[in-house]
């Protein structure tokens, strides 16, 4: 049971993380235009950084509420959880900075947060997947079964 949990989670995981790869990809390609201002293609830009919000609106603020309101409250590690957490707002508040930035004023400081963002959020997965492991073998059956019913109600929620 908690095999098939942790296997959902790290599924999104590497979901998101190939969506990332994909923009960051974008980004290092659009830097090398950004030296030369007059070639810059700011609509290229806006694409990309509307992609990674429109991501991390469908993608990862779900995968954060499931793990927020499913998962964390069954931690006994509260450091950890707390930990996590963090990594969450971080995340957040990054995403609020950079969306209030204007492309064509500031289209190296967006490039230069997003890859910020995408690296943070490369750590953050990583770290997550190494405590799954450990998580599993301090959780009981039902509370393991109760986990998987909020993340099944969260996610039935976004259809």
Do not use: C
Not at 56 to 64: K, Q, R, S
Not at 115 to 123: A, Y
């Amino acid at each position: 049971m908690w095999f098939g949990m942790v296997s959902i989670f790290i599924a999104h995981h590497e979901k998101i993380l190939s969506i990332l790869s994909t923009i960051e990809a974008n980004l290092t390609s659009f830097l090398e235009e950004v030296r030369d201002l007059y070639k810059t293609n700011y609509s290229l830009l806006r694409k990309h950084a509307e992609q990674f919000l429109k991501t991390y609106e469908t993608e990862m603020e779900l995968h954060f509420k499931s793990e927020e309101e499913a998962l964390f409250p069954y931690i006994k590690d509260r450091e950890e959880v707390s930990d996590l957490i963090n990594d969450h707002n971080w995340i957040r508040e990054k995403i609020r900075f950079i969306r209030n930035l204007d492309v064509e004023k500031n289209p190296k400081e967006i490039v230069d947060n997003m890859t910020q963002l995408i690296d943070k959020i490369k750590e953050h997965a990583q770290k997550e997947n190494q405590l799954f492991s450990k998580w599993g073998s301090q959780l009981s059956k039902d509370e393991i079964e109760e986990i998987s019913r909020k993340v099944e109600e969260i996610y039935e929620l976004r259809k």
